[in-house]
């Protein structure tokens, strides 16, 4: 059985920082992209940051760019959003996404994901 774990959510001031974590268990993930999605009260969900467990290739929400850092530890089949510099509006529900077929073009792309994690939340006070 598949399951994504998410962890490490929680309640930050305004500037600061948070490393989400994503444990992946039930199957290889070696060829999926992984993705962090979030959805703040009364919005859609968005696309945040997303990585190719294979290449490493990154893929970053213009809104988070130069703030977020996606990675990956393929020993411990884990994925990590770190999170700077971190601003009220990223208030929101965090959820970790597989996907076997995402490619550049779709990995923004919900439908995509074959898998989701339950969510963590993270609140951003000012």
């Known amino acids: 059985q598949v399951q994504l774990v998410e962890s490490g959510g929680g309640l930050v001031q305004s500037g600061g920082s948070l490393r989400l974590s994503c444990a992946a268990s039930?199957?290889?993930?070696?060829?999926?992209?992984m993705a962090w999605f979030r959805q703040a009260p009364g919005k859609e969900r968005e696309f945040v940051a997303a990585?190719?467990?294979?290449?490493?290739?990154?893929y970053y929400a213009d809104s988070v760019k130069g703030r977020f850092t996606i990675s990956r530890d393929n020993a411990k089949n884990t994925v990590y959003l770190q999170m700077n510099s971190l601003k009220p509006e990223d208030t929101a529900d965090y959820y970790c996404?597989?996907?076997?077929?995402?490619?550049?073009?779709?990995?923004?792309?919900?439908?995509?994901?074959?898998?989701w994690g339950q969510g963590t939340q993270v609140t951003v006070s000012s």
């Open positions: 990585i190719s467990w294979i290449s490493g290739n990154t």
């Open positions: 996404a597989a996907a076997l077929r995402a490619t550049i073009s779709s990995v923004e792309t919900e439908r995509k994901y074959d898998y």
């Open positions: 039930g199957r290889t993930f070696s060829s999926y992209t």
